[in-house]
């Protein structure tokens, strides 16, 4: 099932997105078989959940966390995690240097930006992002882009105006305050019942679960 499922959707996107498989709750197995598969990038939301999967899987999978940030369990994936998806304020980026700079990785990060209609996502509010001039220089941390969730809607006319918001966001960064760091080049935004609407609208990186890997269990949160 895994497998054909990965395939259907690989079947709809196109150069230059890429697929996050997002695979929390499901147990190790399930990963196993979508590696098989071919799949490499895998998202996690729980930090000890990905501290305990990342021993019992394939050392090149590229580990993306996209979970709500806790500066206290950046200590479990700090030294493997290839990108952190929602970094929501500066505060929570001089943690995230901070954390790195004690094992001496560069981390890859995304700023996450806050559109959607609901005060219960996180992220930065464009004024907000101005005071990322007020920051010292980052030696640990790699601002990548942005990621950004839209409103919980079956609206696909508003989801798409969200999306476009986020990617005006990452524009005006781009061309601003990161203008000098080719790098800045991701925009992860995109689920399972929206990630088509997102690659429209710029998605880099589209994190999809249910789809591939069926219901979750959310008895298993952490």
């Known amino acids: 099932m895994i497998q054909e499922n990965l395939a259907a959707i690989a079947a709809t996107i196109p150069q230059g997105t890429r697929l996050v498989a997002v695979s929390k709750t499901k147990p190790v197995e399930m990963v ?5 598969a071919g ?13 305990d999967k990342y021993p019992l899987l394939p050392k ?15 200590k479990y994936y700090i030294g493997f995690v290839t990108m952190i998806h929602g970094v929501d304020s500066v505060e929570h980026l001089l943690e995230v240097e901070k954390a790195a ?18 005060e219960t996502k996180f992220g930065f509010v ?6 990322l001039h007020t920051i010292p220089q980052l030696e640990h941390v790699r601002v990548r882009g942005v990621m950004g969730m839209a409103t919980a809607t079956d609206d696909m006319e508003q989801v798409r105006r969200e999306f476009r918001r986020i990617h005006a966001i990452y ?12 790098t800045f080049n991701e925009i992860s935004m995109g689920m399972s019942h929206d ?12 994190r999809i679960g249910s789809s591939i890997f069926g219901p979750r269990n959310y008895s298993k949160q952490q």
């Open 171 to 182: 524009d005006t960064l781009r061309q601003g305050f990161f203008a000098s760091q080719p």
């Open 60 to 74: 090149d999978i590229e580990w993306h966390f996209i979970g709500h940030l806790q500066p206290k369990q950046l």
């Open 126 to 131: 464009p004024e907000e992002l101005e005071a």
């Open 195 to 206: 990630y088509r609407i997102a690659i429209e609208e710029g998605a880099t990186l589209v």
């Open 32 to 36: 196993q078989e979508a590696y098989d």
């Open 101 to 118: 700079a004690k094992v001496g990785r560069v981390v890859d990060v995304l700023l996450q930006v806050h559109v959607a209609a609901e």
């Open 39 to 51: 799949q490499r990038l895998f998202g996690e939301n729980y930090a000890t959940e990905l501290r």
